[in-house]
T-cell receptor, first 114, second 115 residues
């Protein structure tokens, strides 16, 4: 079944640890996105990718980094987690423009940094 | 600058009554508009979109939205609300220009349907 997956769903970790949030999609979509959703529930785009080996920073500055070595995989890494990184992280994917295709979202990872 | 506004943080409605969740937008060029719903501890689920054509768009779970170009609005509606419709609703507009398919989201409206 075509879908988008995120692991882990919940992560509690101490300050200074390196973490990687996983995102995979089986829909063959070229474009993938990472959003940060703050406690006020607003969504902020932090990274996006046009395709393999193509990544760009989003509208909200983030200390995280991403990679896109395979079409289906778009992991997000924090080298040194801090309490300010506590948030919900949502991954999404979409087919290519120019038609305005909707984005499909994963279930999210809720990160808590102590 | 392109933007989306959801003027109501929360909408309360009784079960069985019609509901409306408001959204206005500001874009250059033709707007491509979307509605998403988010249940607790879940990602966003796509409800419907307006690209072109009929101003009344029908979507999932009995929801529909009306595109109004003169008022730059794209309000979400449902004729009869269910308790299970209680969730967070996001309006979004595609960023015009380029091929990224990036979306700008509104701040979200919490819909509470009372039994």
């Amino acid at each position: 079944e075509a879908d988008i997956y995120q692991t882990p769903r919940y992560l509690v970790i101490g300050t200074g640890k390196k973490i990687t949030l996983e995102c995979s999609q089986t829909m063959g979509h070229d474009k993938m996105y990472w959003y940060q959703q703050d406690p006020g529930m607003e969504l902020h785009l932090i990274h996006y990718s046009y395709g393999v080996n193509s990544t760009e920073k989003g509208d909200l500055s983030s200390e995280s980094t991403v990679s896109r070595i395979r079409t289906e995989h778009f992991p997000l890494t924090l080298e040194s987690a801090r309490p300010s990184h506590t948030s919900q992280y949502l991954c999404a994917s979409s087919e290519s423009a120019p038609v305005a295709y909707e984005q499909f979202f994963g279930p999210g990872t809720r990160l808590t940094v102590l | 600058a392109q933007s989306v506004a959801q003027p109501e943080d929360q909408v309360n409605v009784a079960e069985g009554n019609p509901l409306t969740v408001k959204c206005t937008y500001s874009v250059s060029g033709n707007p491509y508009l979307f509605w998403y719903v988010q249940y607790p501890n879940r990602g966003l689920q796509f409800l419907l979109k307006y690209i072109t054509g009929d101003n009344l768009v029908k979507g999932s779970y009995g929801f529909e939205a009306e595109f109004n170009k003169s008022q730059t609005s794209f309000h979400l509606k449902k004729p009869s609300a269910l308790v299970s419709d209680s969730a967070l609703y996001f309006c979004a507009v595609r960023v015009s220009g380029g091929a990224t398919n990036k979306l700008i989201f509104g701040t979200g409206t919490l819909l509470a349907v009372q039994p």
